[in-house]
Each structure stands twice: as C-alpha cells, then as structure tokens.
C-alpha cells in the first residue's frame, strides 16, 4: 500500500531539521540478537549501533510483527520505545498488523498500548503498489 515508502519521505524531509533513521524491525532484532553470537563482531559495534538507534531524533520502525512474535522481540522493541519516550524522541511505526493483532503477536498489551497511547494511528487501506494494481 506504500507505508513504507511514505514512512521513507516522511523521514528523508524530517532528516533537513534533526537526526533521523529508518530500519526495518525484523534486520534490527536479528543484528541485536546475533550480536550475543557473534564472537567476529565487535561489542562497541553492537553499543554504537542501538546508541544510533536509541538517539536519533526521529526513528522509523518498519514491518513491525514481520518477524516471530517472541518474547526477545516484545522486550527489545519495548526497551527501545520506553528509553526513546523517557528522552522525547518521536517514533513512528509501520506494520501490516493492527493494533489488536499485534497485541496477539506479542503476547502481551503493553507495548501496543504505550505505543497507542502516545501516538497518531493512520490506518491505510489499498492495493499492494508493488504489484502496480490501482
């Protein structure tokens, strides 16, 4: 439907003012999580790489609950949100899921509701524009 590519444009005129960053989720969780296995990797790598992700100004989380729904999920998306929240750095999320569906995802409400709570939800309906169907 082009979520992300708007949550991309968004950024790229957010990035003129302040710091700004786009990763899809299931890559962040996968770099965090192998970090611990990777003995190659540096950990000062690894800090870097959340410390950038911790303090952009503007973070675009996209396909949020594209990857398993796992308890290493649910806790790494939500220390990251609440250690942006608590330093006002603004979040914006993109998933194929609703609210109540990532609730299910996850397991657990909390996060879907912090994230609810503090936000605009725009909900976005149409043809898949991969596929160039109008």
Same mark, same amino acid.
């Given at each position: 439907?082009?979520?992300?590519? !708007?949550?991309?444009?968004?950024?790229?005129?957010?990035?003129?003012?302040?710091?700004?960053?786009?990763?899809?989720?299931?890559? !962040?969780?996968? $770099?965090?999580?192998?970090?611990?296995?990777?003995?190659?990797?540096?950990?000062?790598?690894?800090?870097?790489?959340?410390?950038?992700?911790?303090?952009?100004?503007?973070?675009?989380?996209?396909?949020?609950?594209?990857?398993?729904?796992?308890?290493?999920?649910?806790?790494?998306?939500?220390?990251?949100?609440?250690?942006?929240?608590?330093?006002?750095?603004?979040?914006?999320?993109?998933?194929? !899921?609703?609210?109540?569906?990532?609730?299910?995802?996850?397991?657990?409400?909390?996060?879907?509701? $912090?994230?609810? &709570?503090?936000?605009?939800?725009?909900?976005?309906? &149409?043809?898949?524009?991969?596929? &160039?169907?109008?």
């Amino acid at each position: 439907v082009g979520k992300s590519r !708007l949550m991309a444009s968004v950024l790229n005129e957010i990035v003129k003012r302040k710091s700004a960053a786009f990763v899809r989720v299931p890559e !962040l969780l996968d $770099r965090m999580r192998m970090s611990g296995f990777n003995q190659s990797s540096s950990s000062s790598d690894e800090a870097e790489y959340l410390a950038m992700h911790r303090n952009v100004e503007v973070l675009g989380l996209d396909d949020v609950g594209a990857d398993k729904g796992s308890d290493y999920a649910r806790r790494t998306l939500q220390m990251l949100y609440e250690y942006r929240m608590d330093h006002g750095k603004r979040t914006i999320w993109t998933s194929n !899921l609703t609210l109540s569906e990532l609730e299910e995802f996850f397991g657990d409400e909390r996060l879907c509701s $912090r994230i609810a &709570g503090n936000a605009d939800v725009v909900s976005i309906v &149409g043809a898949d524009m991969r596929l &160039g169907i109008s």
